[in-house]
DNA sequence: CGCTAACTTGTGATCGGTAACAACTGGGGT
DNA sequence: ACCCCAGTTGTTACCGATCACAAGTTAGCG
């Protein structure tokens, strides 16, 4: 028997004083199929749950993984069945709360179905980079790519993606229809906060939005003047910013000096918090004299002062549902059009928002 | 030639229907050398920049790759060399800044250094739970283990890992020798909290403490305690707590009542921003009459109201250094004690300390 | 008692790379 | 002319799993 794999002992041996040493290795199949008694091929049944193997086989082959305290190399099973069991996430490299949130729904969601997660983020929302990423992902050999995809290059780049590979997008706009997304109602999360505000009595709302290269940003803009409009309430201008506490300020800045403003709706509520700081700083209170409403009811807004008022949306159901999509995809690979899931947002209405003074 | 590999395409046509597709096969290596005419060989050696290959072949042998596009299967690649090229994260599952921010700083590290990266989240830091994801992680074969590490449990759970297998934890408390760790000097950012306020005259200093649990918790406490002393300023009791701003608004409000109380050290920023709503709400105006300080320097404590003193600590940092450790593990394989990198913490002044009203 | 069907198990090929070794080139030194 | 060595390329075995197929075993049934 032994002579049949001349090599395997002596090889071994022979084989020290690599430069990089190698990993240790455990045990394999072959062993533990020696110590069971049986041949490597009916380890592998056992190990792939086939229906026809004897209880008694199984409880001994098991017994010998148990021993010799196996675990199967998934390189091996990769090459040869051309399923990685992996999942790729190309991620932004930030830490706004919305997209890691996103990331440990996902990767949760995926433990759950039997799928690993190899992550691979960019440091900028640039095609190139998202390319180079795509194709990290790609060399992994993942069985489908969840992009964190706020901007459209995101998305764009996954119709790049080698033909076949199951993709979708998570969290960004709707500006592509080629690849599935699942990402919650910017614009109507947007109609509620606006209407909220007006329901109070004010006459108008103004706006601190996002970066406008942003979907998200540009579905929150339109979703507050849609409403404005068709209450015909007055639509304040709109300045380009970030997602920054500190653009919330310098703006809230502005804001703070004209007796105009009573209520100010916030592309989220990073800039809510800075803007809170700069009507604090011009004495304006909130929210007797400025009601303001955030957006993603990070779990600090509730502790702002005021408690913010703000539209919730749930980051981590929505990795969530974007692997029912990625899945089903990988599933059924029909070529059926690409379905986009759109989760609505809710309002939580805390301390920020009061009627206007009369 | 095609005799050699009978089932080549038959088998491939034989294939089709199967229940779940395999993924499409792209061009490998055999067929590059084909287009290129070489050997697989070659082409293996242009790939791993093996010197001893003539510039002319090379150039023909990337442009074959090139037309093919060309991807090398890592699978493959893994199961010869024993070499993974990829690293496992265990992360705890959560949306504290710290343990996000340091995800991202370990993947951008990785990625500079040639890795890939996997993710194993876990939701509790069970022993059960991360004994779990390591085991995961070692199934990908990774070449080593980064946990983000906050309570023992995770170390120790370390010390459990394949013999051999480079490991590290980052960014949580001193407790067990066996494993490198990365962290920062929870103590002396304590340290300086607390003699920033004594500084200012404050007679003595509150703490609002983390959740006992954690040695990062504990040792914040220690730093604090020992500094008082040293003081030779009487040392009030401390409550048990959780990192949110929940917990500091709870323990806050008691703190508003007691007019002794004229500075507070948090846990970290969150309880601060709760505690910073709980003096407000009492009507006890910060800086003036009580000074508080954080601990993390989250992005967003600037613009607290008022903007906050807090202690920072530069998360992606922790992650590269991790990684450091990490490759030089699995680099140098040597047995030597495990080294424990310890970065310092630094005191950023805002507006929410101030000297005590006279 | 023989024969087929279902169950159980083993054998050999294969996935796509890399390692070891052999074979073939073309100078440079004596 | 000869040898040797370095540079270049090809051949074959191998990593550790799965798959297809064959072979042996048991059971059912006329």
């Known amino acids: 028997m032994a002579a049949k794999r001349p090599a395997a002992d002596d090889g071994q041996a022979a084989r020290t004083d690599g430069a990089v040493a190698p990993q240790p290795r455990g045990s394999v199949m072959r062993d533990v199929a020696r110590l069971a008694g049986v041949s490597h091929q009916t380890v592998s049944r056992v190990l792939n749950e086939h229906p026809n193997v004897r209880q008694e086989t199984r409880r001994r082959v098991l017994e010998a993984m148990q021993a010799l305290n196996y675990r199967r190399n998934l390189a091996a099973r990769t090459l040869v069945t051309r399923r990685s069991g992996t999942l790729g996430v190309v991620g932004l490299e930030t830490t706004l709360f919305g997209p890691a949130s996103m990331l440990y729904g996902i990767e949760d969601a995926a433990r759950t179905a039997g799928y690993f997660v190899t ?50 997008g998570v969290g960004g706009g709707a500006d592509d229809d080629a690849v599935p997304t699942v990402r919650i109602d910017n614009a109507a999360g947007a109609r509620l906060a606006t209407q909220h505000l007006l329901d109070l009595g004010h006459s108008t709302v103004h706006h601190v939005a996002g970066p406008p290269d942003w979907p998200e940003a540009r579905e929150r803009v339109e979703g507050w003047r849609g409403t404005l409009y068709a209450a015909g309430a007055p639509v304040p201008p709109v300045e380009p910013g970030s997602w920054s506490a500190q653009s919330g300020y310098e703006q809230g800045q502005a804001l703070a000096r004209d007796p105009a403003v009573t209520a100010v709706f916030c592309g989220n509520d990073q800039i809510a918090l800075g803007l809170l700081r700069a009507l604090h700083e011009a004495g304006r209170r909130v929210p007797h004299e400025v009601s303001v409403v955030g957006f993603d009811d990070m779990p600090d807004s509730g502790y702002f002062l005021p408690p913010l008022t703000t539209i919730h949306q749930d980051f981590a159901e929505l990795g969530r549902r974007s692997l029912t999509v990625l899945l089903d995809q990988i599933q059924h690979p029909g070529d059926r059009p690409a379905d986009h899931v759109l989760l609505s947002p809710e309002l939580v209405v805390r301390a920020s928002t009061a009627p206007p003074r009369a």
């Open 119 to 168: 992550v691979a983020s960019v440091r900028t929302l640039e095609r190139r980079s998202v390319l180079e990423a795509v194709d990290r992902l790609c060399q992994q050999s993942v069985e489908g790519i969840v992009a964190i995809a706020p901007k459209p290059a995101v998305t764009n780049a996954l119709v790049q993606v080698p033909s076949g590979l199951a993709s979708v």
